[in-house]
Structures are given as C-alpha cells and as structure tokens.
C-alpha cells in the first residue's frame, strides 16, 4: 500500500483552477476508483496512465487505486490532469520521491508510451498555479514556452514519463537535472489592412475613427460591394496595443480556445472575430453541452466582433449580445455552477438595406424590406451608437486616390484616448463608451443646458430612449476628444444624435 500526492490544474470556462491529486493503493479487487466531480476525460485518465507507466518498465501492483481530485465540488475536465495523475500514482510507488512532487503541479495529456501531449489553456491554468504560490510546473515541451509567459514560476518541459521520473530522481541525488525551452517558433509579421486601401466612404472612414476613439459599436448599412467588410476589418489596426493586463487576459482565451498564433508572445494587438451567419448561440456566446468554453464575443475580448450579414443571423444569437454589450462579461449558468467570461469588444453590424441588396433597381415589396430589417431588435439597436450609411463607389470616387493611412487615423486615436484616459484617471473606466450616463448627466461632467436641448426634446417625444439619450452623451464626449475640446458643446451633440440615424433606422 502506498499514498501519493501532488496538484494538478484543470479550466472553468477561461479561468484556471489548482487541483490537489491523491492517489492510494489498498488490497482489493484490482480497479481504479476516482473522486471529485471528474468528467469523461478524466475518468479514463487510469485507462491512459496504467498502460503508459507499465511501458516505462515501472510496476503499478494490480490492486484497488483510489484517486481522489480535491475539491471535490470543482468539476474536472479534459485530458490536462493525466500527467498529474500519473505522478501521484508513480510517487505512491515510491518510484519517484513523495515530497518532491507535491508541491509542483503537472500539466500535460498522457499516451499509452508514455508521451505526453499539449493541452490548450496552458496559460491560464498556469497563472491560477501562480496565484496559488505554487512555483513550479511540469508541463508538456510543446507547451512550455507559453507556460513560461507567466511571471515567477519555473517551468520544466517534458516529453514522456520517463523524463518526470529522471527530473525528480536527478533531484532526489542531489543534482541538477535542467530540461531546456524548446526553441521559438519562427515568427512571422502581421500583414496588418490599412485604411487607406478603401476607395471612397469618407463618411464611413471618419464615423469608424469616432468608434476607435470611443470604443463604440457600430452598424454599416449598404448595398453589396460597398466596402462594409473592408471597413470593418480595418478598424483593430486603428486601436492602440493591448496593455500588459489585457494582453495577458486576451492570450489567455485563446489559449482555452487553442488558437494562440503564436507561442512565445503575448497577444498584444486587438483582435478582430468574425463569426458566420450560421453560428449557434453557444459558438457566439459561449456555452456548450460539457464543458463551458468561450464563444466569440469572449474571443474578441478588448478587440471587435464583426457581425456580416447581421440580419441573417438567428433572432435569439443576436439579441444574446446584449448583456454583454452592456456589462463587458458572459455569465453561462449550469445547474451546479456559473461560468464567467469577459467579454467587453467593440461590436461593428453590417447590413445590406434589403434582402435583394439594393444594389441597382431594388425589386423587395415594402413590408418585405421591413421584416428584412427588423431582425435587427429595437434593444439591440438601441445600443449601437453609430449607425452609418455606406453608399456605393463612383467613377469620382476612384479618381480622388488613396485616403489617409491606418497609421495617421491611429495617431489622432491615440490622442482622443489620451484625452479620455486622463479624465477618468482614478476610475474603473477608459473609455467613454464605459462611463455610466448617471455619471455624465450629472456633476461635473453634465452638459450646459443650451447643449443639452437637442437632447432633452428627443427625450420628451420619445425618439430617444435613456439609453439612447447615455450612449448619444459617450459619442459627444468622444467628438469633442478628437476636436481637442475640454467638453461637448452643441456641434458635438448634434452630430452625435445624426451618427445614431441612416436608412430609416431610428435613434431610440
């Protein structure tokens, strides 16, 4: 009989979780027994572990194993804890030193030879050992550079069984027993989109630099053609880097996700979602029927979600966005827990006026442009605060060549976020899209009553919902930002209340 223990980690959604691994022999009828909420995955783990151990030419006594996964009320997942699983049972063995091991925690999928394999999540598996003070993990070679990225542990790659059981009793006789980084993957540059490859639309151009400024969302209307997509896809190379703690929170999603483009860096630069019309509810938003991953509104965290076609997509994906939309996170409930995962993105809707296009001679009845159109919800536009108008490309818009760059829309951003970055020093807030509109109508921070008017009348004859009339205040505050103006004045408000109205689609 032997007892055997070290930790082990394990995801919830995008967050990490430490997971204390026992494992105990007994006599008894030769069976694995597990404990502590495991799913699937890691009920087979024994099935992967025994064969890869006996490969080593270790002996693992056919008896009755136990092995329980604490806390017990934290549900397991995935195939991450097998290495911990098997180090627990090789320390119950005595084939590796006990007290070695169980202050180190193991991550890495187990083969029947021995190997192990990369998992996704790595990263914020490994932050959540940090957080725990645990200083060392054991994890996959093909996983270790990403391991590495966080702060004060120290990283050990492996690629089999047999290189944990030399580390530790390298360890054990007193020597050093370092297993070097793999090398970087080569590296290669963004081909970043620039603005200036879109012909035209200077009104289009100028509405998505408020929204860059502000981090406000925005809906293209026009027909096929137009350049709606290249817009869209041209706005993250308008916004700043990523800051060390959004960077880190952003690298982590895609890690869950499996989709880190690179390794060895942090991602740094906003990223840019575009999901298909197609998509389900939990693709978008998150969920799933095991266990809860993020969906695209977490993956374009702190970046943009590009909905085409918005109309096409289903009703009820559609209006899923609009808590997130409003508190920056997706809550997925299940019945033995809540899942949250940030989800604070810039939304760019883009939509053709009618079903046919309108490209030429539209050919839709009246009501059928209008049920066309009114898949778009009232709450879901209600929070859009840009809504413009993208209208095709001339001959005279081809002979007026190249507008600005990314790069000199970027630098009056800069600026405007500066501006903003400064007012609300001391806040929980960045931007002016994430200002309450308690904040901005009262205080210090409250219009001059001839500025407001605009504002106030709309309210009163119900054009204007009080959402409608907070998100109108942001887009002000942001216009007046990138004009170098200390506060809207009624230039601004004005032409804040005409950005939230375009082919019939209302202010509310």
Known sequence: MGFGRTRGLTLAGVEGHVVT???HGSDGLPTFVMSGMADTAVRQAPDRVRPAITNLKLSLPAQRWTINLSPASLPKSGGG???AIATALLAAEQHVEAGLVAGVAHLGEVGLDGTVRPVAGVLPMVAAAAAAGIHEVVVCAANAR???LVEGVTVHPVRSLRDVVDHYRARSAGLTHPLPLPGAP?????????LRDVVGQAQARWALEVAAAGGHNVLLVGPPGAGKTMLAERLPGLLPDLDPTDALAVTAIHSVLGALPRSDALVDRAPFVAPHHSASMAAVVGGG?????PGAVSRAHRGVLFMDEAPEFRRDVLDGLRQPLESGEVVVARADRHVRMPARFQLVLAANPCPCG????????PARRAGYFSRLSGPL??????????????????SLGPGESSADVAARVREARERQRRRWAGSRWRLNSEVPGSVLRSGPWQLRAEDRRPLDRRLDTGELTLRG???TLRTAWTLADLAGEARPRSQEVHQALSLREVHGVKAA
Do not use: N
């Not at 080569?186 to 620039?194: G, I, L, V, Y």
């Not at 029927?289 to 991953?293: L, T």
């Not at 993208?390 to 001959?395: I, K």
């Open 21 to 23: 691994v026992e494992a």
């Open 81 to 83: 804890l097998d290495l």
């Open 146 to 148: 990403e391991a590495a």
């Open 186 to 194: 080569p590296h290669e540059p963004d081909q970043a989109k620039d």
């Open 289 to 293: 029927s095991g266990a809860v991953r």
């Open 358 to 365: 309108g490209a030429g001679a539209c050919t839709c009845a």
């Open 381 to 398: 536009l209600d929070r859009i605060d840009l809504k413009i108008g993208v209208s095709r490309v001339s001959r005279a818009d081809l």
């Open 469 to 471: 009339l907070d998100r």
